[in-house]
C-alpha cells in the first residue's frame, strides 16, 4: 500500500493504565484529531500522554478506530526524557463490536505484531524527541501498545513514560467479504496466546497490594533496571526474587494492614502492635532472598531433647571408695563453722 494513498486515521483512547494529571490518554486523541483538522491553537493542541509517578510496567494504551481500516504505518512521537525502553504492538479485530471500552477488551482477538525500542536520548541531553514510524500491512480496528520500564536519567526522577503524539495511517476496506475471511484467518492462531494473556491478567489482578508494598516493588523494580544496566546480574536476580515473594505475599500483608487499621480504629492498641511486628516480619523475609527461600515453618529455635537435664548436674563417675570422699560430698551442703567443728571432731 503506498504511503500517498493513505489517510491519518481518527481514532478513539478507550483504555490507558494510569495517566499524569493533565496528562491523560485523551490527549493523543485530541492532538490527533485538531492535527486532522489544521488547527494551530495550541491550547487545543494536545499535551500528549504520561504515565503516573513510580507507575507499575507495562503500561497500556488502547485505541478504537470507527471502522475496519487496511493499516499501513504507525508513527509514535516519545517524550524527550520520559522514554518507554520498549513498546509491544497488538493489533485485534471485532468485526460485531465496535464499540469496546476498558470493561471488554479482554474478548477481543489480539495479535502481536512486534516490538520497537527506543533509544536512552543522552546524545541530546533529553531535549530532541524521538519519532518512530512502524511499517506495516495490516487490517484492524483496535491496537493496543504495551509500554515497558522507562529509560533512568537525571531528568526522568518519578520512573515515568510518555508519549507526544500517536499517528494511524490507512485506508478503509473495500471488500468486506474478502477482508472478513482474511481476519478470520490471521486471527485463529492466537485465539490461544489471548487467552494465555487473559489468564496472566487475571492473576496479576488477584494480588491486592496495600501501598507500602507497591511503594517497595516500584523500588526494587528501579533497583533491577539500574543492575541491569550496570551488568551487576547477582543484584537483578536478587532484586526480581524480592519483587517476587513481596507479591507472594502481597495478599497476607493486605489483609494484616487491614487489620491493624481497624485494630487502631479500636483503639486495641496491644493488637495493632503485634500486627505492626508481623507486618515488619513478613516484609523482612520477603526481602531475604536466602531466608525467604524456606518456609517459615522450618525455622525452629533449639532445644535440648526431653532425657537431658536443662539444669546443670555434677556426675560422679567413680563410686564412692573412702570415707573422705563421703565426707567431702556431705561437707559440700554445710556451712563453713559445722565443717570446721567437723574437722576439729575428725582430728580427735
Known amino acids: 500500500m503506498s504511503d500517498a494513498t493513505c489517510d491519518k486515521i481518527n481514532y478513539q483512547v478507550i483504555y490507558g493504565t494510569s495517566n499524569e494529571t493533565g496528562h491523560d490518554v485523551q490527549e493523543l486523541e485530541i492532538r490527533n484529531t485538531n492535527n486532522n483538522n489544521n488547527n494551530n491553537n495550541r491550547d487545543k493542541k494536545g499535551k500528549g500522554w504520561q504515565?503516573?509517578?513510580?507507575?507499575?510496567?507495562?503500561?497500556?494504551?488502547?485505541?478504537s478506530l470507527n471502522e475496519i481500516y487496511e493499516i499501513s504505518q504507525i508513527q509514535i512521537l516519545s517524550h524527550q526524557s520520559k522514554i518507554a525502553s520498549k513498546i509491544e504492538i497488538w493489533i485485534g479485530v471485532d468485526l460485531n463490536n465496535f464499540?469496546?471500552?476498558?470493561?471488554?477488551?479482554?474478548?477481543?482477538?489480539?495479535?502481536?505484531?512486534?516490538?520497537l525500542s527506543l533509544d536512552k536520548n543522552e546524545r541530546s541531553n533529553w531535549k530532541a524527541r524521538e519519532l518512530k514510524s512502524v511499517y506495516i500491512n495490516t487490517i484492524a480496528n483496535y491496537i493496543k501498545f504495551s509500554l515497558h520500564e522507562s529509560h533512568i536519567n537525571t531528568i526522568?526522577?518519578?520512573?515515568?513514560?510518555?508519549?507526544?503524539?500517536?499517528?494511524?495511517?490507512?485506508?478503509?476496506?473495500?471488500?468486506?467479504?474478502?477482508n472478513q475471511q482474511s481476519l478470520q484467518s490471521n486471527m485463529n492462531n492466537n485465539n490461544e496466546n489471548r487467552n494465555n494473556n487473559n489468564n496472566n491478567n487475571k492473576n496479576e489482578n488477584e494480588n491486592d497490594f496495600?501501598?507500602?508494598?507497591?511503594?517497595?516493588?516500584?523500588?526494587?523494580?528501579?533497583?533491577?533496571?539500574?543492575?541491569?544496566?550496570?551488568?551487576d546480574y547477582d543484584e537483578a536476580k536478587r532484586c526480581k526474587l524480592c519483587i517476587e515473594n513481596l507479591k507472594n505475599c502481597a495478599k497476607q500483608l493486605s489483609n494484616l494492614e487491614k487489620?491493624?487499621?481497624?485494630?487502631?480504629?479500636?483503639?486495641?492498641?496491644?493488637?495493632?502492635?503485634?500486627?505492626?511486628?508481623?507486618?515488619?516480619?513478613?516484609?523482612?523475609?520477603?526481602?531475604?532472598?536466602?531466608?525467604?527461600?524456606?518456609?517459615?515453618?522450618?525455622?525452629?529455635?533449639?532445644?535440648?531433647?526431653?532425657?537431658?537435664?536443662?539444669y546443670h548436674q555434677q556426675v560422679d563417675h567413680q563410686a564412692p571408695s573412702s570415707h573422705h570422699s563421703q565426707s567431702r560430698s556431705i561437707s559440700q551442703?554445710?556451712?563453713?563453722?559445722?565443717?570446721?567443728?567437723?574437722?576439729?571432731?575428725?582430728n580427735m
Not at 504515565?51 to 485505541?63: K, L, T, W
Not at 517459615?296 to 529455635?301: C, D, F, G, K
Request: hydrophobic share 30%.
Open 51 to 63: 504515565s503516573a509517578r513510580f507507575c507499575e510496567y507495562p503500561q497500556e494504551i488502547v485505541i
Open 333 to 346: 551442703s554445710m556451712s563453713p563453722q559445722q565443717q570446721q567443728q567437723q574437722q576439729q571432731h575428725m
Open 156 to 178: 526522568n526522577l518519578f520512573n515515568q513514560i510518555g508519549i507526544v503524539a500517536l499517528t494511524i495511517l490507512g485506508k478503509k476496506t473495500n471488500q468486506q467479504q474478502t
Open 210 to 231: 496495600d501501598s507500602n508494598t507497591s511503594k517497595k516493588i516500584r523500588e526494587l523494580m528501579i533497583l533491577k533496571k539500574q543492575a541491569v544496566d550496570n551488568e
Open 99 to 115: 464499540y469496546h471500552d476498558y470493561t471488554t477488551l479482554n474478548s477481543i482477538n489480539w495479535k502481536r505484531l512486534g516490538y
Open 259 to 310: 487489620e491493624k487499621k481497624i485494630a487502631v480504629e479500636k483503639e486495641d492498641y496491644d493488637t495493632a502492635k503485634q500486627l505492626k511486628l508481623q507486618i515488619e516480619q513478613l516484609r523482612t523475609m520477603s526481602l531475604n532472598v536466602e531466608q525467604s527461600s524456606q518456609p517459615p515453618q522450618m525455622m525452629m529455635i533449639y532445644a535440648p531433647p526431653p532425657h537431658q537435664p536443662i
